[in-house]
């Protein structure tokens, strides 16, 4: 099992920044690629940003360049600056990871996902 937990959520105004971080733990494991989701009220979950275990990055288009997405492969942690924020970023942003596990005599690969944490943006 690989533990994924989120800080950095909170309530800012329009044109205010803020950074999200969210730190992997487990036993044997590599992570895979990363990425924030986000899911506002009513709405599906929708993908944020993702990062490679190499460093490419893709955005959804709402928040190409506002956002930055980045990790530190050795330390297993995650973040994201975000800057100007508009209300409609408010919502629950969630990390996500590609995670292999390694077990004697054989390896898993799944998916794990944070517990949540809120951003709410006022106008």
């Known amino acids: 099992q690989v533990q994924l937990v989120e800080s950095g959520g909170g309530l800012v105004q329009a044109g205010g920044s803020l950074r999200l971080s969210c730190a992997a733990s487990?036993?044997?494991?590599?992570?895979?690629?990363m990425g924030w989701y986000r899911q506002a009220p009513g709405k599906q979950r929708e993908l944020v940003a993702r990062?490679?275990?190499?460093?490419?990055?893709n955005y959804a288009d709402s928040v190409k360049g506002r956002f930055t997405i980045s990790r530190d492969n050795a330390k297993n942690t995650l973040d994201l600056q975000m800057n100007s924020l508009q209300p409609e970023d408010t919502a629950i942003y969630y990390c996500?990871?590609?995670?292999?596990?390694?077990?004697?005599?054989?390896?898993?690969?799944?998916?794990?996902w944070g517990q949540g944490t809120q951003v709410t943006v006022s106008s």
């Open positions: 996500n990871a590609d995670v292999t596990e390694y077990y004697i005599g054989y390896r898993d690969r799944r998916d794990y």
């Open positions: 487990g036993r044997t494991f590599s992570i895979n690629a």
């Open positions: 990062i490679s275990s190499g460093g490419l990055t």
